[in-house]
């Protein structure tokens, strides 16, 4: 079983910028689809951005183009989510997650998620 543990949030001002970090630990994880999820205040959780262990492209939610990026170290085992330009819209508790079917395919019961980090945004 993977476990992921996030951390990296925090309080941000609009136009600043922030780095999350997912640690992943448990088992060898390198076939595993790895993303980046948000759930704002009274609304669904959303895709943000994902990235395959094994490499490829990454991919992202039309909201985050040009201003996130999603990058994985495999010597660390832990990927990252750098947000640029943050704006009030982007605050959400962020989820760390895992897929076994890669980094397009969301949703299953196989699924692994991490416990949340909130990121906050002033205007």
């Known amino acids: 079983q993977v476990q992921l543990v996030e951390s990296g949030g925090g309080s941000v001002q609009a136009g600043g910028s922030l780095r999350l970090s997912c640690a992943a630990s448990g088992r060898t994880f390198s076939s595993l689809g790895m993303g980046w999820f948000r759930q704002a205040p009274g609304k669904e959780r959303e895709f943000v951005a994902s990235i395959n262990w094994s490499g490829g492209r990454p991919y992202y939610a039309d909201s985050v183009k040009g201003r996130f990026t999603v990058s994985r170290d495999l010597a660390k085992n832990t990927i990252y989510l750098e947000m640029n330009r943050l704006n009030p819209e982007d605050t959400a508790v962020y989820y760390c997650?895992?897929?076994?079917?890669?980094?397009?395919?969301?949703?299953?019961?196989?699924?692994?998620w991490g416990q949340g980090t909130q990121v906050p945004v002033s205007s």
């Open positions: 997650a895992a897929s076994p079917r890669g980094a397009t395919m969301w949703g299953g019961p196989l699924d692994i």
